[in-house]
C-alpha cells in the first residue's frame, strides 16, 4: 500500500498562485471598463475621457507590473516560467497600448485592446488551475504545464 505525500514541493508558496490570480481577475475587469469608458466618452461625454486616461495610463500598467513581479516569485518558487514570460508581454503590451492610445493610433490601439483582454482571458485560466492545483493538497506536486 503506498503512501500519498501531501507535501508541497521545496520553496513553494500556494499564496502566489491566488494572489497573481486575484491580480489578473481584476485586471480584466480594469481592461472591460476601459472599452467602457472609451465608449462612454466616444458617445459624446467628454468626462469619461479622463477615466480612460486615468485607468490606462495609472491602474491598469500598475496592477500588470504587480502581476509580472507575482509571476516572477511563482516562477520562483518552482512553477512554470511562460506565465511570468507571458506577464512581461502583457505589461509590454499595455506600455505600446498607452503609446498608441496617446498618438491617436486607433487602428493599433483598439485591437491592441482586445488581444490584451484576450492574454489577460488565457493567463487567468492558466493561473486558475494553478491556484486551484497549490492549494489542492491532493495534487501530487501541484505543477502545471
Known sequence: MA???TAR???SR???AVALHLVLRLLAVLVFAQAVFAGLFLDGNAAWRQ????NGMLLIPLLALLAVVLA???WRSGRPGWIALASLALLL???VQNAMGQSGQVAVHVPLGVAILGLI???LGRTRNLARASTDPSAPSGRLR
Open 3 to 5: 503512501v500519498q505525500s
Open 9 to 11: 514541493p521545496t520553496g
Open 72 to 74: 516572477v516569485l511563482l
Open 14 to 16: 500556494p499564496g502566489i
Open 121 to 123: 482571458g488565457a493567463l
Open 93 to 95: 503590451a499595455i506600455i
Open 51 to 54: 477615466w480612460h486616461a486615468i
